[in-house]
């Protein structure tokens, strides 16, 4: 049985981090969504994790950004990663929809993301113009995807960093 519940981060961030070792190796450090974490406190409990006979197996960590002038309180989802083991079961959709609706009930504005449109475009997620944001390092805009969580996300553009 997996059970998705809010990330604890005594119990749960050295499992996280191993999850993310094997999902994406340590290239991962070096893309510019990394930038948008390094000096910031993810939100445990809007984050969810998926765990199977208590391992980690699945996590959709969240981290609050500012985006412009900051008027619409934004997220920024990832990495959403599954174990190699479980991948295949729409189990990355899972958790991260969860972590949405809790950000959506917790009042958070919207939510960006940095991924494959085709996937995550099932939890609402729409591309933005290319020149829409502005991230502190290199990235493929066609990738970058915004969704309304509590208010509409029109307005939301300009430089995207740290909270």
Known sequence: ?????????????????????RTFGPGHFAKTAERLRE?????PEVSRVAVSDGQVIGV???????VGDGAISALFIGPVAVDPGFQ?????????GEALEAATKAGW???????APSYFGELGFEQVAADRFTFPGPQDM????????????VGLNGDIRVA
């Open 1 to 21: 049985m997996i059970e998705i519940i809010p990330e604890s981060p005594p119990l749960h961030a050295d499992a996280i981090e191993a999850l993310y070792d």
């Open 39 to 43: 000096g910031n406190a993810s939100v």
């Open 60 to 66: 959709c960590r969240v981290w609050p950004i500012r």
């Open 88 to 96: 295949g079961q729409r189990l990355g959709l899972t958790v991260t």
């Open 109 to 115: 504005g919207a939510a960006v993301i940095i991924g």
């Open 142 to 153: 066609s990738r970058v995807m915004v969704r309304a969580l509590a208010q509409s996300p």
